[in-house]
């Protein structure tokens, strides 16, 4: 179906208000919540920085006030994908960087939402990105007048906000597909916790001195290395890697942002691609991995270390390639030890403490493969290793499960996007397939 002649063409500064306000010291705030364009991407922050204006001083970037129903938009590097939309007030006193453009649409023009899906299609994102790389800075960045002359095809109210109810349905599926994703983490290291740091469902048992502490008698501690086998990622060079996807079987290049605060996998933050020519030509299959593997983030910075020593674990073979900075992690076949069981072991406190004290201190703190192997680690006796290895296998098939549905719903929104706002497709149809 063609595009419909109640469309009207309509550029975003005629229905928007932009940076409507800013911060002023006058308002006194006792603390703000600062949000920097790196850490929201696709409309999932993945950090916000507290900062107490009675001891710490204010990032110069840190002005723009948000509210309800405004959108952010980075005008740095548009193919990054740092943006979002406020859907409520959850972050009191939130200020975000002058790095973003803030939106106020005007609701009696357009629907705040609509306009946020029509701004972040592919078409969109490609041409801010193409202006951005004849710009003069450093790296590709857009004015402010570039996105507000983006023009929009905008259908009456009524099927602007059907349109954004459908596209929004699915976001609200996988939103609450995260959330159980991060209850069952959190059930995991409760119950982690309370067996191999506190084990308090063993206080009946006698206990033994070592290195680690008191632990139950049968437990003993071991170097990481005599569970695992752990070897680094390919040395990629930025000039080999694609920023975009040149054929359907192109594999994704995992680096440690692709890695989550806490554990597990960012699905949408890979930016880089290589061919399989590319992989075959240099030999380098063995950096490819497969389902169970778990990778681990071996650099971070000195001044917020919060994802040193995460991992993810890997829900399907053959999509990712491994680059360098990110360790590989099997199970060795007769330690008895599941990824799951490391999963949950290496995204535990007292584990990444233990990690995290053989890092070395510089700009950028960075763990060595010597040291991570010689972490120590408590084994438990074979029958509670078995009992926990079913219970962090259960629930990580669950999220597995949970994430396999996620990209479905992320792959059909995404088709169904440029589709509705072009009217090739109408909501009646949408509905259908929703």
Known sequence: MGLDLTYNKTLLKEISKINKENYKNSMEWDYVNYLDTGNLTENKIDKVQRIDLKTDKLPSRAKRIPSVKNILYSTVRPNQRHYGFINKET????????????????????????????????????????????????????????IENIELNLPTLSEQEAI??????????????????????????????????????????????SELGRIPSGWK??????????KNGYSFKSKELNDEQHYPDDL?????????????????????????????????????AEKGLLLMCMTDMKNNVNLLGHTA????SDEYIVNQRVGMI???????????????????????????????????????????KNTQVILPSVNVLNHFNQISESIVKLRYNLEKQNEKLTKIRDTLLPKLMSGEIRVEEAIEVE
């Open 91 to 146: 972050i009191p006193n939130l200020l975000v960087s002058t790095g973003f453009v803030v939106l106020e649409i005007d609701e009696d023009k357009a629907n705040p939402k609509y306009v946020y899906y029509y701004s972040i299609q592919d078409s969109i994102i490609n041409m801010l990105q193409n202006i951005g790389e004849t710009s003069t800075s450093a790296y590709p960045s857009v004015k402010v007048s570039d």
């Open 164 to 209: 954004a109810d459908i596209l929004s349905s699915f976001d609200n599926k996988i939103e609450n597909n995260n959330a159980i994703i991060a209850n069952l983490e959190e059930q995991a290291q409760t119950i982690f916790k309370s067996w191999f740091v506190d084990f308090e469902p063993f206080q009946e048992e006698e206990f033994v001195d």
């Open 221 to 230: 501690v071991v170097r990481f290395d005599e569970l695992i086998d752990f």
């Open 252 to 288: 994704k290049v995992f680096k440690m942002g692709d890695i989550k605060v806490g554990g597990g996998i960012n699905p949408n933050k890979t930016k880089s691609w290589v061919t399989r020519e590319y992989v075959r030509n240099k030999k380098i299959e063995d950096f490819i």
């Open 313 to 316: 674990l890997i829900n399907s």
């Open 330 to 372: 099997k199970p060795k076949l007769d330690s008895g030890i599941t990824s799951s069981f490391l999963y949950v072991l290496t995204n535990n406190e007292k584990f990444l403490d233990e990690l995290r004290a053989r890092a070395n201190s510089g700009v950028q703190v960075n763990l060595s493969t010597k040291e991570i």
